[in-house]
């Protein structure tokens, strides 16, 4: 909702500004420009945009609050925005914080000793979410100079199956409990999963072999 609304109230308040009031325009233009030719790119790097892009959409306020129209596109704001501000914050990709608070409450039980998280970097939050003393591997993205480095990450996502076999053979012997990945993944690691045994436990209740949570798989092995 928030990025819909100031944007559309940036770019016509750049419209609306005396031209002599374009030089923080420039900049910001400037700055994407700069930007642009950095190969590892995240939306967090145009946010200092944001208080000099506000400039802009001050004069735009300015203009509609002394329109007669200013209402209607306050309600129009409004009704547009919401359903997807609800459906984006409550619905939409919610499965990595759902997956948390799933193996949070399996912790609690005393199901999992150790999570291998096969998935992008920051994917979940992680350890704001789950409080317990149990180790969490996640694949590693550190950038570096060294010539020719591949983050961990890539390697593993350019073969799964191989980057499993050999961590797990010839550098980390344990055995993680559970396998947290998303949909695209699954059959990419399935090898791995029937050959260590990975399937159906039965403790007290009956347990699934896969734990699908909006597109986020769980897998947990009978070694328990």
């Known amino acids: 909702m928030q990025d819909w609304a100031l944007q559309t109230f940036h770019i016509s308040g750049v419209l609306y500004a005396p031209s002599k009031k374009l030089l923080l ?23 200092p945009l944001l208080p ?15 329109a007669k129209w200013q209402l ?5 704001l409004v009704v547009i925005n919401a359903p997807v501000a609800l459906y ?16 949070d409450g399996e ?35 550190s950038p570096s100079l060294e010539p020719g480095y591949v983050p961990e990450d890539d390697q ?9 076999g050999e961590r797990y053979t010839a550098v980390e012997k344990q055995l993680p409990s559970h396998l947290v990945m998303f949909d695209p993944v699954v ?9 260590h045994n990975y399937s159906q436990r039965q ?3 009956e347990r699934s072999r896969t734990i699908s949570i909006r597109n986020v798989h769980i897998m947990y092995t009978s070694s328990l």
């Open 25 to 47: 325009f420039a900049v910001m233009c400037l700055y994407v420009f700069i930007h642009s030719f950095i190969s590892h790119k995240e939306f967090r790097f145009l946010a």
């Open 72 to 76: 209607a596109v306050f309600v129009g």
């Open 52 to 66: 000099l892009s506000s400039v802009y959409a001050g004069y735009f306020c300015s203009k509609i609050a002394a």
């Open 203 to 205: 403790e007290n209740r």
């Open 107 to 141: 912790a609690q039980l005393g199901y999992v000793k150790s999570v291998l998280f096969l998935m992008p970097c920051h994917s979940t939050p992680v350890y704001s979410h789950f409080h317990h003393n149990i180790s969490l591997r996640l694949l590693d993205c």
């Open 187 to 195: 059959q990419d690691v399935m090898p791995f999963i029937d050959q």
């Open 156 to 164: 593993f996502f350019s073969n799964p199956a191989k980057w499993l």
């Open 88 to 103: 984006t914050s409550v619905v939409h990709q919610r499965g990595t914080l759902d997956v948390m608070r799933y193996l």
